[in-house]
């Protein structure tokens, strides 16, 4: 089984809708983060959490919001989405003690309409 | 300006061939450097770090220059598996965040 899940992998919603994205892993990390993928701009990080208490905003926070419902699981959430919230996102995780060496989940595919 | 700069490619290299990738990063602060590897619509996976007096895995170097804030990934003998794009990878702050760049496309023709 995989270290980190993403579920949905693949999403298609309409303008204004919420959507969850999930994670899970088990690699029994206390990091974890959301990126999201744009082509010619490489990841960005939208939200990460260093434990289930402690929630930081990345670099491009606005629209999105986070929820560390235990060590082994982090959702993001997108109030309402927009067409420009269309991207490919990435879970990771790592361990506080190699905290540089992050391990990815296998995408979630989302398209806004 | 990007953080982590890096030349999108794509290179189209032949079997065999030795092919070389840079990186500049504008944060002089940055404390740690990696290269990640990512196949086509995939996620991406530590490929490498990079270390001052450089290091070598099998037919992977990597150098790091930080008076010219400049990184360098060389790939010696070219395989068809290594076709994926290759990602320059920053690490700073106390948090210990992740500046990645867009990535550099390689392509290893038979």
């Known amino acids: 089984d995989a270290d980190v899940t993403q579920t949905p992998r693949n999403r298609i919603t309409k303008t204004g809708k919420r959507i969850m994205l999930e994670c899970s892993q088990t690699?029994?990390?206390?990091?974890m983060y959301w990126y999201r993928q744009d082509p010619g701009l490489g990841l960005r990080l939208i939200y990460y959490s260093f434990d289930v208490k402690d929630i930081n905003k990345g670099e491009i926070s606005d629209g999105y919001s986070v929820s560390r419902q235990a060590q082994a699981k982090f959702s993001l959430s997108l109030e309402s989405a927009i067409p420009n919230q269309t991207a490919l996102y990435f879970c990771?995780?790592?361990?506080?003690?190699?905290?540089?060496?992050?391990?990815f989940g296998p995408g979630t595919r989302l398209t806004v309409t | 300006r990007k953080e982590v700069e890096q030349d999108p490619g794509p290179f189209n290299v032949p079997e065999g061939a030795t092919v070389a990738f840079n990186c500049t990063y504008s944060n002089s602060a940055s404390q740690s450097f990696f290269w990640y590897r990512q196949d086509c619509r995939k996620e991406p996976k530590l490929l490498m770090s990079?270390?001052?007096s450089g290091n070598e895995d099998g037919r992977f170097t990597a150098q790091l220059n930080r008076a010219s804030q400049y990184i360098s990934l060389l790939i010696r003998d070219s395989k068809l598996s290594d076709s994926a794009t290759y990602l320059c990878v920053v690490g700073s702050g106390s948090a210990r965040q992740l500046t990645f760049g867009s990535g550099t496309q390689l392509t290893v023709l038979p």
């Open positions: 990079v270390y001052s």
């Open positions: 990771a995780t790592s361990d506080a003690g190699t905290a540089y060496e992050q391990y």
């Open positions: 690699k029994g990390h206390d990091r």
